[in-house]
């Protein structure tokens, strides 16, 4: 039962961290639209949210506040690949800012627990 607690925290310290680093990242790729590096790196961090994310949900079994975050999660991902692409293309992003902060938001409200379901 206890190495079980040790698995979740260190999969929790895991996603935690690797969200800072991929706030880092996305702002960098945002800055430095034309470099590939900070893309393919911050591609690599998703994968990590990902397993850690998918992990954590089967470790505990699925409750339904962790899938929607899941969902809505995916979908910021989403907002993280289009927003540099636009910018480098020089098309409008304020809409997707606006979409990927609400949905920030509500994600971040989710994983302290103020918004569930």
């Not at 039962?1 to 310290?13: A, E, I, Y």
Request: proline share 3%; net charge positive; charged share 10%.
């Amino acid at each position: 039962m206890n190495g079980g607690v040790k698995v979740k925290d260190t999969l929790l310290t895991i996603h935690g961290y690797s969200w800072m680093i991929l706030a880092v990242l996305f702002l960098l790729t945002c800055l430095f639209s034309r470099q590939k590096l900070t893309a393919m790196i911050l591609r690599l961090f998703y994968l990590v949210m990902i397993i850690t994310g998918v992990w954590m949900l089967i470790l505990y079994h699925f409750p339904i506040t962790p899938i929607i975050k899941l969902f809505l999660s995916l979908i910021l991902i989403g907002f993280m690949e289009m927003i540099p692409a636009r910018i480098r293309r020089g098309q409008s992003t304020t809409v997707l800012w606006i979409l990927f902060g609400i949905d920030f938001i509500v994600i971040l409200l989710m994983g302290y627990r103020v918004i569930q379901f």
